[in-house]
């Protein structure tokens, strides 16, 4: 079957441009940035997991500085390992950490 062609041509250079455009967006999660970073996290904050449930808070990174805080990265670390698909895991209740984030603030 034939494609009739349109009378109104786009010049190449604008074709190839929204090519490019369709195709770079392809990739990409939704909710993600071009960097793969989630969209919803401000910056200087990140992302952990808590509890059994795995519920998401989004933290400053200042609370990297605090010992309280990095024991309990220590206990994640020896309870999970740095390398896994699903995101930083502490390995505490949320009741835990949320007394524990009240008190950093």
Known sequence: MAMKKSSSKLPQSTVL?????????LGKRHGY????????VP???FVVYVGENRSRYIVPISFLDHPEFQSLLRRAEEEFGF???TGLTIPCEEVVFQSLTSTLR
Request: proline share 4%.
């Open 17 to 25: 441009k929204q090519i490019l455009k369709r195709c770079s967006s």
């Open 43 to 45: 910056k200087g904050h």
């Open 33 to 40: 940035d071009e960097e793969g970073l989630p969209l919803d």
């Open 83 to 85: 390398r896994h698909e």
